[in-house]
């Protein structure tokens, strides 16, 4: 089915290990996004890639780094993971509708745990 | 910074019964949306609203799009509990950004 793919869904990591959430969407889309969420906090911005070669900071950029490795593909980087960086991370792909206005298309999620 | 503040945060009502959510903000919108989330999943989008004072019905779910583009709300007739989940609101300040209000949490009880 088309639609936004994320991996891993679960992740533990110890407090100063690294690791890459990997995100791909097979629908052409131009844009991608990297969110969190907390308790409490809805979602919030952590990069976005308006197409491929470019990547913006959102809200939350401090402590990840991301990569828009083809239109395909965006990936998400922890390099020093910190307990604050327990979350759920969601990663979304944008289309144009009709009325002029872009909507997003998630991912299931990825649940990762800072000890 | 800009910011979408949604009330309630959370609402617990019967089944049978009407709720409003309501999605505010201080900064003007060229887009704004509506998402419900269930758990375990992401987020599915419900309406896209465009236009100032816009107002779109999906079957019992009213959404409204305010004059001056800076608010929102939803409004819920004779809610079932499948309507349960989270729901968000999302806004578009320029062309590839989006911002999500802090969510709604709706149960409701058959």
């Known amino acids: 089915n088309a639609g936004v793919t994320q991996t891993p869904k679960f992740q533990v990591l110890k407090t100063g290990q690294s690791m890459t959430l990997q995100c791909a969407q097979d629908?052409?889309?131009?844009?991608m996004y990297w969110y969190r969420q907390d308790p409490g906090m809805g979602l919030r911005l952590i990069y976005y890639s308006a197409s491929e070669g470019t990547t913006d900071k959102g809200e939350v950029p401090n402590g990840y780094n991301v990569s828009r490795l083809n239109k395909r593909e965006f990936s998400l980087r922890l390099e020093s993971a910190a307990p604050s960086q327990t979350s759920v991370y969601f990663c979304?792909?944008?289309?144009?509708?009709?009325?002029?206005?872009?909507?997003?298309?998630f991912g299931a999620g990825s649940r990762l745990t800072v000890l | 910074t800009q910011l979408l503040e949604q009330s309630p945060q959370f609402l617990s009502i019967q089944e049978g019964e009407n709720l409003t959510v309501y999605c505010n903000s201080s900064?003007?919108?060229?887009?704004l949306q509506w998402y419900r989330q269930e758990p375990g999943e992401g987020p599915v989008l419900l309406v896209t609203v465009v236009t100032g004072g816009e107002v779109k019905k999906l079957k019992r779910l009213t959404f409204q799009f305010g004059d001056a583009r800076k608010d929102s709300s939803l409004h819920i007739t004779a809610a079932q509990p499948g309507d349960t989940g989270l729901y968000l609101c999302a806004g578009a300040p320029g062309t590839y950004k989006y911002i999500f209000g802090t969510g709604t949490r709706l149960k409701v009880l058959a």
């Open positions: 629908m052409n889309h131009n844009s």
């Open positions: 900064s003007v919108f060229s887009s």
């Open positions: 979304a792909s944008n289309r144009q509708v009709l009325s002029g206005a872009n909507v997003l298309t």
